[in-house]
């Protein structure tokens, strides 16, 4: 049997070994799947830890209208209606580079600036693939110790 006492408040439980020797009877309700990216109804989810928060930090309004453009356009290829939501969206990131600073690369400037330039090549791929590390065999030095 288990004992029960009050601290204002509170109520501590004692379990006794009887107690744990018995199988809980508790019956957890089915979890409801999370919504991903995308609802059932085609709308974006704009709460998915998948985006990072981007959708509500200071370029939240740019993130999101830059988002829902790529998400919705028919343009061929996919995006390419969107320069100017990415434009406006990367202009924004600029003036908080303590906020977005993993997201900035201030080396894009020649190349039409960041996240804009993604829908700017007019669907060209780049093969910008990186090549695997090259192993390289190091000196190893072993130390011996002598144990008295």
């Not at 408040?9 to 991903?36: N, W």
């Not at 209606?81 to 080396?107: H, I, W």
């Not at 330039?117 to 110790?145: L, Q, R």
């Amino acid at each position: 049997m288990s004992l029960c006492k009050s601290y204002g408040k509170d109520k501590v439980i004692f379990a006794t070994k009887e107690d744990h020797a018995i199988s809980s009877t508790v019956q957890l309700p089915e979890s409801e799947p999370r919504p991903g990216l995308i609802l059932e109804n085609g709308d974006i989810n704009w709460n998915c830890p998948c985006l990072g928060g981007m959708a509500i930090g200071p370029c939240g309004n740019e993130f999101r209208e830059a988002f829902s453009c790529f998400h919705y356009s028919q343009a061929q290829p996919k995006g390419s209606d969107c320069y100017e939501a990415f434009s406006t969206m990367n202009e924004c990131m600029r003036n908080y580079p303590g906020v977005y600073k993993q997201n900035l690369n201030e080396e894009d400037d020649e190349e039409n600036a960041g996240v804009a330039s993604m829908i700017a090549d007019n669907g060209e791929e780049n093969n910008d693939i990186d090549e695997p590390p090259v192993k390289v065999e190091s000196e190893t030095k072993t130390v011996t110790t002598k144990a008295n």
